[in-house]
């Protein structure tokens, strides 16, 4: 298909961001070793500059923009975590970033955007709504937009995590990637198909509100109401007029999993209790989809991609202690 991003644009990728992110460890899991009768690993890329992997398709736009283009400054919606890689990425290139988020977005991330020296602009309760304010500004202001996952140079650069799995474990069967607006997915399942065709690429998304996941069973992108969730960088549509994301996602997925805030939470303590590693909701959504028994075959050895870390540690701290049974049920729209 042409209209897919390929191993050579992923590995133009990533020795363009090299010099400006962390090549992530892949570490063996003992525990879930043990448990899935084969060998677990976890790349930990929740220890990525800014908490997430989303530094590197942010480095990856900005690093291909001119200087003019720099100087204009750069615009994107945000479930939180774009916003801070791009935040970082603009101040590091000497550019600017104004990020739009809606009331869903957690108060540590929006802090440490602010943190960051972006202009910050809360708006209305859902992705869309803040997408829109984003169109508007970038019309009215000639800042360039930098979408969260829908854009060659994201997935090329969210792509590279794929290409380090690979090099790291050249025989690879599974990996289990969490999956939203599938910029991650398709870059990841690019790499991996195209460097290992034999590999089972897995996406893993909540039960609340998963747009990608209705939309391949529909068809076509189709929109899903917005949750609260554990997970909240999973939260937000893949729009209805997605270009790249869902048709990459349809042919390069081998399936996609749904996990409860349940599971997610056993996901998150099991990261911390026997991994010690601190994740978010969305990083954690692999080991919880692993944990769950809800994938039908396991073929080793299995990656899991912890893809970010960004949580609120009163959060993490109830989650921990077991605390959040009650959030659960008053997790509503
Ligand atoms: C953005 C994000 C995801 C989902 O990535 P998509 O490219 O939107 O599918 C998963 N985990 C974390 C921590 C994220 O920030």
């Known amino acids: 298909m042409s ?11 990533s020795e363009r961001i090299a010099p400006h992110v962390i090549r992530t460890p892949l570490v063996a899991s003992a525990v879930l070793s043990d448990r899935c009768g084969t060998q677990v690993h976890l790349k930990l890329e929740h220890h990525q500059l800014t908490g997430s992997f989303k530094l590197r398709g942010a480095a990856n736009a900005i690093l291909q923009l001119n200087l003019m283009e720099r100087q204009r400054g750069v615009i994107a919606a945000s479930t939180g975590n774009h916003g801070r890689a791009l935040s970082y990425a603009a101040r590091a290139a000497g550019s600017h970033a104004t990020i739009c988020m809606s009331h869903l977005v957690p108060k540590n991330k929006v802090s440490e955007i602010r943190r960051l020296g972006a202009t910050v602009r809360i708006v209305g309760s859902s992705q869309d709504d803040a997408q829109e304010d984003v169109e508007r500004l970038a019309a009215e202001d000639g800042l360039c937009i930098i979408p969260p996952f829908d854009h060659p140079h994201i997935i090329a650069g969210q792509g590279t995590v794929g290409l380090e799995i690979c ?3 050249p025989r690879i069967a599974t990996v289990l990637v969490p999956l939203s607006g599938g910029g991650l997915a398709a ?16 996406g893993v998304s909540m039960d609340r509100g998963a747009a990608m996941k209705a939309s391949l069973d529909a068809g076509h992108p189709v929109q ?3 949750f609260r969730s554990l997970a909240d960088s999973l939260g937000g549509g893949i729009g209805l007029a997605n270009v790249w994301t869902y048709s990459m996602c349809k042919v390069l997925l081998d399936d996609v999993v749904l996990v409860t805030e349940t599971e997610i939470a056993a996901g998150i303590r099991h990261a911390y209790q026997h991994e010690g590693e601190v994740v978010e909701g969305a990083g954690a959504v692999g080991i919880a989809a692993l944990l769950s028994g809800k994938i039908s075959r396991l073929d080793g050895p299995i990656a899991i991609l912890l ?3 960004n949580i609120d540690m009163t959060l993490h701290r109830e989650i921990i202690n077991g605390l959040n049974a009650s959030r659960d049920t008053k997790c509503g729209p």
Do not use: F, H, N, T
Request: charged residues 30%; glycine residues 8%.
């Open 167 to 169: 090099e790291a474990m």
């Open 224 to 226: 899903v109401k917005e």
């Open 187 to 202: 870059g990841v399942a690019a790499a991996v198909k195209a460097l290992r065709p034999a590999a089972k690429v897995i």
């Open 307 to 309: 893809s970010g870390r």
């Open 3 to 13: 209209d897919m991003i390929g191993e050579d644009l992923i590995k133009q990728a």
